[in-house]
């Protein structure tokens, strides 16, 4: 008998989701007594609350209950890391936007008109709104933090150059199909049942569980699905499930919390923007010799996620560069913003950024290749990183080298040289970027999970795990690890909702972990079941056939069991199951999985934080109208690391929707706030982001698929996050092009490089040239 490979869909939850037939949070027909919630929020980003009278809502008819502050059964208290987050404040408000007030009704618009009747009466308090006021007023979460190695003093006495200077990153909006919600259910034991939009289901057990004085064990998370998150339904979602959670828990019938798109991104926090201030010694070849950079971020209210943000920032301030001597400070900036939350690379985008842009400085000032100096900088094989951390199978000048020769290097840039001298406002350039991009949590006790595992009598199994799927495909790769280790098909397993009974303390889904760790862990299991499976085989074989063999000779494969030199004689998948049931052996399996290999002293600053490393390069050709300031993607070529992919077309989806959310990033997505603290931009008309108008000519992606060392479940390496950096080319193309407009001046383009930001830049560039 010949092994075949399991033929796979690509997409697990695929036909359901085109089709318009899988099911969101809200998408179910409605409970019967349900009540629905709106709230009244801050108006102001810092102010006293004086007095609040509620009195009239009330008397609203179809309104069932105004809750505040004092009504919560437990603690008001809905931080993490830090207890510094109210679920609802009792005396002052610290962002535009801040729930104060919970309101419940018979349908929404009576909410709404309820909300009206309230009156508020605040004192208004100065307000920080960004990092430069925060670091003046030294307003700070917690302490700077640091990262050290080699001797940077010396460093820069052996620099043949120095250069100081400083660079913004932007913030960005998630912009997910699906906006924050949650449908609480009051149970009859004192117990509720939360379907929450939510990455951790384990932190919206404990919170709710705190906050409304019960136990964990009385709270109940369930997903089947998110409709998109990139980070913002890790922390956020907390704030609005625990509303809900405490709105049903006080009135004891169904409650449904669903934000409108412009409360959505009214409310909730974004990408952290940072304010990076360097100084980078380098020799006469652009290496560099001793780099200090002092990286602070914008938190806001809150510090929800904002210091391991911040250290991922600082663990990625080298990209994909050694450093021999190099000092990395972090400063976690306190302001009255929505507190701003993780997004798609959770730090190590801005951090990245921020070294690409020196690399591109180095460049400017020796005035030779932009690829070179990158060249002169990687990382070789062990070479240390500035927290100490071995980083292996370093091979970006591998990458970079295929990358030159797909897009014909030297020839593409003779060409956009030549475009540029025959084009008066139209310009092309050409941006390429690396990445060298971490995998675990850097909270070392997260790297941990489980999955479930029941195998039925006909050999149908259902599985479930700790991770959650939002379009990622979670449920597809960890699905396909069971299947090819039991040697079946992809379509006799369901996977099940992630589900705190079922999944308890299960790590967030995020830092591009979930496959990894719930693979791992659904692999465990698997092997639990399988040698069970074998021992049955092997009885089941002497029964039936005659046969006698040894358990190590047992193969799983095309939904049937064999011995691995008589192939003439199996059994079916599903006969096994069914025997081994009869056999009274144990069909259910639960595993565990913790990420081997990691630790880190956040004392010194030291250790390996992660697993492995994934690495990658892209090339972006982008034309320009100087004119109009709009920029149109030409050609995107991106060389990707992948060592063995489970699911190739699941890769590649990730690869292009994380390139263009760095693109957005990184050229048009601006969202500003006026000077009260208030976003300007709350729907997706004035809130610009990629679209499919936007693709370029030529987008073409290469995955190196290779054995690695150092990779994770069945050989394979994490894709969600690393790829959005490749979206920074498109940047650098940007400003390449308009350097063409005066070769002798520096570019000083804002990061995004909006229409405005562009056009701006290249009037300055033109009257610095005379014309």
């Not at 037939?21 to 980003?45: M, Q, W």
């Not at 149970?187 to 409304?212: F, K």
């Not at 096994?576 to 010194?604: M, S």
Request: overall charge negative; proline content about 4%.
């Amino acid at each position: 008998m010949t092994m075949e490979t399991i033929k796979i869909p690509y997409h697990l939850s695929g036909t359901a989701i085109v089709t318009g037939a899988a099911k969101f949070i809200g998408d179910e027909p409605k409970l019967e007594r349900i009540v629905y919630a709106k709230l009244l929020t801050s108006a102001f980003a810092h102010a006293k609350i004086l007095k609040i009278n509620i009195e009239e809502a009330k008397k609203v008819q179809g309104v069932v209950a105004v809750l505040t502050a004092k009504d919560i059964p437990g603690e008001n208290q809905i931080g993490h890391t830090i207890k510094d987050e109210p679920l609802l404040p009792e005396d002052e408000v610290m962002y535009v936007g801040q729930p104060l007030i919970l309101i419940l009704a018979e349908s929404k618009k009576i909410a709404e008109y309820a909300i009206k009747l309230i009156k508020v009466d605040y004192q208004e308090l100065p307000a920080i709104l960004t990092i430069p006021e925060a670091l003046k007023n030294n307003s700070l979460y917690v302490p700077e933090r640091k990262i050290e190695c080699g001797d940077i003093a010396e460093g820069f006495k052996k620099s043949d150059y120095i250069l100081e200077g400083e660079i913004t990153t932007g913030t960005q909006e998630h912009a997910y199909l699906e906006t924050q919600r949650c449908i609480a259910v009051p149970g009859d034991d004192n117990n509720i049942t939360l379907y929450s939009a939510t990455q951790s289901t384990a932190e919206i057990q404990e919170i709710a569980a705190r906050v409304l004085n019960i136990k964990s064990k009385d709270v109940v998370v369930d997903v089947k699905r998110l409709g998109g998150a990139f980070g913002g339904k890790e922390r956020s979602s907390t704030l609005f499930s625990c509303l809900a959670a405490f709105g049903a828990y006080k009135i004891k019938r169904p409650v449904e919390l669903i934000l409108s798109r412009s409360e959505d991104i009214a409310f909730t926090g974004k990408r952290h923007p940072f304010q990076a201030k360097y100084k980078v010694g380098f020799s006469k070849s652009g290496k560099i010799t001793a780099y200090d950079v002092h990286l602070s971020s914008n938190g806001g209210a809150f510090i929800d996620l904002s210091l391991p943000v911040l250290e991922r920032g600082m663990f990625h301030a080298d990209n994909t560069y050694y450093l021999p001597n190099a000092r990395i400070i972090g400063a976690a900036c306190k302001t009255n913003l929505p507190p701003n939350t993780a997004f798609r690379g959770f730090g190590a985008p801005q951090g990245i950024f921020v070294i690409e842009s020196v690399i591109e400085k180095i460049a400017e000032k020796l005035q030779i290749d932009y690829a070179k100096v990158r060249e002169v900088n990687f990382y070789g094989e062990k070479e240390l990183t500035p927290y100490g951390e071995t980083v292996n199978e370093a091979c970006s000048n591998e990458l970079l080298k295929e990358l030159k020769e797909k897009i014909h290097y030297e020839k593409l840039l003779s060409e956009i040289t030549e475009f540029n001298d025959n084009n008066k406002y139209i310009k092309r350039g050409l941006g390429i970027v690396p990445v060298k991009f971490g995998i675990s949590f850097t909270f070392t006790s997260l790297n941990q999970g489980t999955a479930l595992i029941w195998i039925y009598p006909d050999g149908s199994i259902s599985m479930s795990h700790g991770g959650i799927e939002m379009g990622q495909e979670i449920n597809t790769k960890v699905a396909q690890v069971v299947a090819k280790e039991l040697g079946i098909s992809i379509d006799k397993i369901r996977v099940e909702s992630s589900n705190t009974q079922r999944n308890g303390n299960a790590s967030p889904t995020a830092a591009s972990s979930g496959s990894d760790i719930n693979g791992n862990a659904a692999l465990n299991a698997a092997k639990q079941l399988k040698e069970r499976l074998t021992v049955s085989a092997v009885k089941m074989f002497q029964e039936k056939y005659k046969l006698k063999g040894k358990e190590s000779e047992i193969i799983f494969a095309d939904n049937k069991i064999f011995y691995k030199n008589n192939s003439e004689f199996s059994l079916d998948f599903s006969e096994l199951a069914h025997y081994t049931y009869l056999e009274r052996l144990n069909l259910g399996a639960q595993g565990y999985y913790k990420t081997p290999e990691i630790y880190f002293d956040r004392e010194t600053m030291k250790g390996s934080p992660f697993y492995y490393f994934v690495y990658g390069v892209a090339a972006s050709v982008v034309e320009v109208d100087i004119l109009t300031g709009a920029n149109k993607l030409i050609e995107v070529h991106i060389v990707h690391d992948a060592a063995q992919t489970l699911n190739k077309e699941v890769d590649l989806g990730q690869i292009t929707g994380a390139f263009f959310q760095g693109y957005g990033y990184s050229t048009m997505e601006d969202i500003n706030y006026d000077a009260k603290g208030k976003y300007l931009a709350t729907t997706l008309s004035t809130y610009k982001i990629p679209t499919i108008c936007d693709l370029p000519e030529i987008f073409d992606i290469k995955m190196i698929e290779c054995k690695r060392e150092h990779a994770s479940v069945m050989g394979s390496k994490a894709i969600g996050e690393p790829p959005l950096v490749y979206g920074f080319s498109t940047y650098f193309a940007i400003k390449h092009a308009l350097a063409s407009l005066n070769s002798q001046a520096q570019v000083d383009l804002p990061m995004p490089a909006t229409a405005e930001a562009i056009v701006m830049t290249a009037n300055k560039l033109i009257s610095i040239e005379g014309c």
